[in-house]
């Protein structure tokens, strides 16, 4: 009787015996998933706060990074036209790859509690190594990789993660929406940043505008830094044994997650090609370069919505079922640019393309903590997928500069064509993934909404 009143004290509900929990769920402890602290709310002070914050770190790193169209037209023109179009290009999808590959290592971080110290050094990092772009000299690469590719990429990598990790902390059925939200700061950065560049570039010079925005940045990741809120999670026994982390184990042996992951590389090949080099599209296609400097920010204005809307109906349909049409018709669009060659028509590619295109950022994390048995364990899966997809995305653009590039013309085509298979690639795969996932949660929660 006494064993009986010890074990109900510290269960507080009804669970299989040690031996069947290990065997079920070995990553997860039973504290973990009835302490009331860690339980998402959907709501509150707190959580509206939290994705405020996101939102700004949002604005101020993926949203810049989404500007780099203005510095491929700047440095393939103007700073570095010594250098192709697809070694310039190495320097944006470096940095897209240092935001993203260190991933294992910050969603760990991330699980054990390190959130704001990330942000901390990630604010530090991400402003010095702006302040030290702008004294970069004209024709130096070196100095323009290590600072915007390497330092604001690594700076980038300490925010972009965590800031989306956090909100599997206070959202579980609204997840999808408030995801949806918080990003949607990346899409009006992409409008803002390249309006400013380039305006400030005209009316002072370029390395000047590079010093407002790095401290604007700095001022807005200040502000996100004091009214994020995160929710500590329970350490695990002192008693346990050091081993292989069985979040790891479980993840290796998830079908539907290793699909997704590999579905996620084949997109992030493809998917950003408009995103750099369609502003250097339009003046190639005879497009007034007054006109041009705003397509960028087109593209990134359509992306806004592209990231609301979908994420809300994701919460009602599941976002395989929302995510999986918008890549579908997104390949379709990048095939489509061969019939644009005119403003009017890069501006209603850029609108149609960023609504579509901008699902791919907002509900991966969404998928990804779909896919997560646990909140605990959402930093870890999400830094995972984000180490591959960083290779995808470091070789992507690279990889489509070589085929834009010719002798003496650019070869528009063989980048479209590279672009539009590897998109619905990845859609093929998400399909795959889905079908794995409903086979491994029929009747559960989890496999509910797909």
């Not at 579908?328 to 095939?335: A, E, G, H, N, R």
Request: charged residues 10%; proline residues 5%.
């Amino acid at each position: 009787m006494s064993v009986g009143s010890q074990s109900s004290t510290l269960q507080p509900v009804p669970s299989p015996k040690p031996a069947t929990l290990m065997e079920k769920d070995v990553h997860v402890d039973v504290q973990e998933i009835t302490d009331p602290a860690i339980i998402p709310m959907d709501g509150g002070r707190d959580a509206w706060m939290t994705i405020a914050g996101t939102w700004l770190i949002q604005f101020c790193t993926y949203g810049y990074t989404s500007a780099f169209g203005v510095y491929q037209d700047f440095y393939t023109r103007e700073f570095l036209h010594s250098k192709s179009p697809s070694d310039i290009s190495w320097i944006g999808s470096f940095q897209l790859f240092m935001s993203y590959a260190p991933g294992v290592l910050v969603g760990r971080a991330f699980d054990a509690g390190y959130f704001h110290y990330m942000i901390v050094a990630g604010s530090a990092i991400q402003v010095t190594s702006m302040f030290m772009l702008s004294l970069a000299r004209d024709g130096q690469y070196y100095q323009v990789f290590l600072a915007q590719a390497l330092g604001m990429g690594l700076g980038q990598s300490l925010l972009f993660l965590p800031s989306l990790s956090i909100i599997g902390h206070h959202f579980k059925r609204r997840r999808a929406m408030a995801t949806g939200i918080a990003v949607s700061g990346a899409s009006v950065g992409g409008v803002i940043w390249p309006i400013m560049l380039n305006q400030l570039g005209q009316r002072t010079s370029f390395a000047n505008g590079i010093r407002v925005t790095a401290g604007l940045t700095g001022v807005l990741l200040l502000t996100a830094k004091f009214i994020m809120k995160t929710k500590h999670l329970p350490k695990a026994p002192s008693s346990q044994p050091p081993t292989r982390s069985p979040v790891f184990q479980v993840m290796f042996r998830d079908t539907a997650y290793l699909i997704s992951i590999g579905a996620a590389f084949c997109i992030g090949l493809g998917i950003f090609f408009p995103y750099f080099y369609l502003q250097l599209y339009a003046i190639d296609k005879g497009v007034n370069k007054d006109l041009a400097f705003y397509v960028i920010a087109i593209i990134n204005a359509g992306s806004f919505f592209g990231r609301l809307l979908p994420n809300f109906f994701a919460d009602k349909i599941g976002p395989y079922n929302m995510l999986i049409p918008c890549l579908v018709i997104s390949s379709i669009l990048i095939f489509s640019i061969f019939g644009v060659h005119s403003f009017a028509g890069v501006a209603i590619f850029g609108i149609l393309y960023g609504f579509w295109s901008g699902s791919y950022v907002s509900l991966i994390p969404s998928l990804l903590a779909q896919l997560s048995t646990h909140v605990g364990e959402q930093g870890t899966r999400m830094g995972v997928a984000f180490s591959v997809v960083g290779i995808a995305l470091l070789i992507g653009t690279p990889i489509e500069g070589v085929l834009v590039a010719g002798h003496g013309d650019y070869k528009w085509y063989q980048a479209i064509i590279f672009s539009g298979v590897m998109v619905i690639s990845g859609a093929v795969g998400m399909t795959m993934s889905r079908h794995f996932f409903i086979r491994q949660n029929q009747g559960g929660e989890r496999g509910s909404r797909v």
